[in-house]
């Protein structure tokens, strides 16, 4: 009897301590997230099979732009980020490794934008729409130069769940110091700089040192090497 009691004494002692591990190993984790909460990191993912190609082009080198629509029925497996923000989870983990490193580094980014559905990238026209116009630009001028800075919903690269908008953390980084940052190693992870200045006419879009695109490391280095954007990249590939 005594001793029965003794090993329950000793089972509940066991007990205490497993629950006083598991209490400082979540307290320790809880510590990380908000360190790294400065940032990006994994939260949630939504489940759905994403696309792997469209016509041959594997998902990773898909066009979006003014010329070229999103494909129809194009599907994204999302990661969440604990900002709230989501990607296509095949680049979170590059996304995460090139945050990991840029803050070692000590450079501060974050994921301004990253996926947009289609109704948001709409609100956001209407919004830059209304906001020229309450400059008083006319109903044709407001559209146009909206259309200079908002992609036209369904030519966006977010909507694509690839193109995410890096920005400073404001406090620890200048959005200088993020944008030269990145554009010196992104390559590095799969990222390009988007929309250089020098090439608009070819991108369509005005330059925007913030947005850059998953493309894979293969590509983003020859990209990045010789100067050239994914436009051309996909043209020399496929001539
Ligand atoms: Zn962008």
Redesign the pocket.
């Known amino acids: 009897m005594a001793h029965t009691k003794q090993r329950k004494r000793r089972r509940r002692k066991h007990i205490v301590i497993i629950l006083i591990v598991l209490l400082l190993t979540v307290g320790a984790g809880a510590g990380i997230l908000l360190k790294e909460g400065l940032s990006s990191d994994v939260v949630a993912k939504d489940g759905q099979e994403a696309t792997a190609s469209v016509d041959g082009t594997p998902w990773n080198l898909i066009l979006v732009n003014k010329w070229n629509r999103l494909p129809s029925n194009y599907k994204i497996e999302l990661t969440t980020l604990s900002n709230g923000q989501s990607v296509d989870q095949r680049i979170y983990p590059a996304l995460q490794q090139m945050f990991d490193d840029a803050r070692q580094a000590g450079i501060y980014p974050i994921v301004g934008?990253g996926f947009r559905t289609e109704k948001k990238q709409k609100s956001l026209m209407k919004e830059k729409i209304a906001d020229y116009k309450a400059k008083g630009l006319s109903d044709q001028e407001a559209k146009e130069k909206a259309e200079a800075w908002v992609a036209l919903p369904g030519t966006s690269?977010?909507q694509l769940g690839l193109?995410?908008?890096i920005n400073a953390d404001g406090v620890y980084s200048t959005g200088d110091q993020v944008y030269q940052w990145m554009e010196q190693n992104s390559y590095k992870y799969g990222f390009i700089r988007r929309y250089p200045p020098d090439k608009t006419d070819i991108t369509g879009v005005i330059n925007?040192p913030?947005?850059f695109r998953y493309v894979g490391t293969d590509a983003a280095a020859q990209i990045h090497n010789r100067g050239i954007t994914l436009e051309e990249y996909l043209d020399q590939v496929h001539s």
């Open positions: 934008s690269e977010h193109g995410v908008d925007e913030w947005h």
